[in-house]
């Protein structure tokens, strides 16, 4: 299987802020990377795919970004809205594989 | 827009079978793979499997002993059945599309999850 390694695995940070989010995988998945935002009690959304590709109707403040098996989301602006926990993808191959997730709380 | 919905019910006892459906709605069903994940309680999300519109299945290696995932295309619906079940398998579990169509996948759909405790 291909493990997905998140960090930080929570960060604080106020409105505003930029904040980036890292996602290592254990071996290349080439660009078949996505990241999800989910709140509590809710379904997880899409935000990013292809590694670098914004989801319709996702803020222009979210995008993503990949150098070799690096891979990172960046909220450039933090907004009320955006405090979630964020979680990576790959689609690489089966088993698809999640991060075990990152908790951005307000600081 | 597509919808999907998980239904099933809420409370399984221990060595007992999970059954949990997922209707969709509002949009095309072909096409399509079709997925099952799971988060426990406080935890991160696991997946569980997924189903092609033709039949074809994958499944988590760690789960592959016990489960099935099948797909009714005459009524839009693909079902889950977890077997031998334990309270580890207490979680929200949702159903998600899967669209690829020239891009690496993603699930860009979901379901609004339903809660299954397993327990006696």
């Known amino acids: 299987d291909i493990q997905m390694t998140q960090s930080p695995s929570s960060l604080s940070a106020s409105v505003g802020d930029r904040v980036t989010i890292t996602c290592r995988a254990s071996?290349?998945?080439?660009?078949?990377l996505n990241w999800y935002q989910q709140k509590r009690g809710k379904a997880p959304k899409l935000l990013i795919f292809?590694?670098?590709s914004l989801q319709s109707g996702v803020p222009s403040r979210f995008s993503g970004t990949r150098s070799g098996t690096d891979f990172t989301l960046t909220v450039s602006s933090l907004q009320p809205e955006d405090f979630a926990t964020y979680y990576c993808q790959q689609t690489y191959t089966n088993p698809r594989t999640f991060g075990q997730g990152t908790k951005v709380e307000v600081k | 827009q597509v919808q999907l919905q998980e239904s099933g019910p809420g409370l399984v006892k221990p060595s007992e079978t999970l059954s949990l459906t997922c209707t969709v709605s509002g949009g095309p069903f072909s096409g399509y793979y079709w997925n099952w994940i799971r988060q426990p309680p406080g935890k991160g999300l696991e997946w569980i499997g997924d189903i092609y519109y033709s039949g074809n299945t994958n499944y988590s290696p760690s789960l592959k002993s016990r489960v099935t995932i099948s797909i009714d295309t005459s009524k839009n619906q693909f079902s889950l059945k977890l077997s031998t079940v334990t309270a580890a398998d207490t979680a929200v579990y949702y159903c998600?599309?899967?669209?690829?169509?020239?891009?690496?996948?993603?699930?860009?759909?979901w379901g609004q999850g339903t809660t299954v405790t397993v327990s006696s």
């Open positions: 292809d590694a670098s």
């Open positions: 998600a599309r899967e669209r690829s169509g020239g891009a690496p996948g993603r699930l860009d759909v």
């Open positions: 071996q290349s998945i080439s660009t078949y």
